[in-house]
């Protein structure tokens, strides 16, 4: 079974930085390409940042470009979403999803995501 | 950006009634459309792709259909289960972009 666990998230100063990760598992991880998706309290859903499967196609929602990047390590099977100059607007649940194909495609499966609160 | 506008917000429906939900984007995503089901304290899950394909596990009574810019989420006979919000997203260019979500209510 296809399984995404994120992790790292927590509560950060504002201009702070945080690195998220989502272990893959049920899957060859090299072959898709995976997307970071958030929602902020009570709100819905945005896409922030998407890799391909081998790491040479990146985009970024405009909102986070500049401050977030993603990467991937396709020998540890893990998704990462370094996340700098953060402010009380980055303050969500970050899911990571896997896409359906190498290249894109839709969003077949979603981790339960990691909580991130900026605040002093 | 492509928007995507879902109506209505909220549609509060009895279990074994048939449930119609639309999607509205601003400009033609071909059949590049995914609808997700969100219940509290979870993440998404995936219903249909392509606009009318329905992802694995996922029960018939669970519709989609439409191509360009007007697309429906139909759920035939409501189960208890099926109350929680609902998502369209387009992913046909970037930035990939959701509805506001639709919310059904008992």
């Known amino acids: 079974d296809v399984q995404l666990l994120e992790s790292g998230g927590g509560l950060v100063l504002p201009g702070g930085s945080l690195r998220l990760s989502c272990a893959a598992s049920g899957f060859t991880f090299s072959n898709y390409a995976m997307t970071w998706v958030r929602q902020a309290p009570g709100k819905g859903l945005e896409w922030v940042s998407a890799i391909s499967g081998p790491s040479d196609y990146i985009y970024y929602a405009d909102s986070v470009k500049g401050r977030f990047t993603i990467s991937r390590d396709n020998s540890e099977k893990t998704l990462y979403l370094q996340m700098n100059s953060l402010s009380a607007e980055d303050t969500a649940v970050y899911y990571c999803?896997?896409?359906?194909?190498?290249?894109?495609?839709?969003?077949?499966?979603w981790g339960q995501g990691t909580l991130v609160t900026v605040s002093s | 950006e492509v928007v995507m506008t879902q109506s209505p917000a909220a549609l509060s429906v009895s279990p074994g009634e048939r449930a119609t939900l639309s999607c509205r984007a601003s400009?033609?995503?071909?059949?590049?459309l995914a609808w997700f089901q969100q219940k509290p304290g979870q993440g998404p899950r995936l219903l249909i792709y392509s606009a009318s394909s329905r992802a694995t596990g996922i029960p018939a009574r669970f519709s989609g259909s439409g191509s360009g810019t007007e697309f429906t989420l139909t759920i035939s006979s409501l189960q208890s289960e099926d109350f929680a919000v609902y998502y369209c997203?387009?992913?046909?260019?970037?930035?990939?972009?959701f509805g506001q979500g639709t919310r059904l209510d008992i």
């Open positions: 999803a896997k896409r359906s194909i190498e290249y894109g495609g839709h969003f077949d499966f």
């Open positions: 997203q387009q992913y046909n260019s970037w930035p990939i972009t």
């Open positions: 400009q033609s995503v071909s059949s590049n």
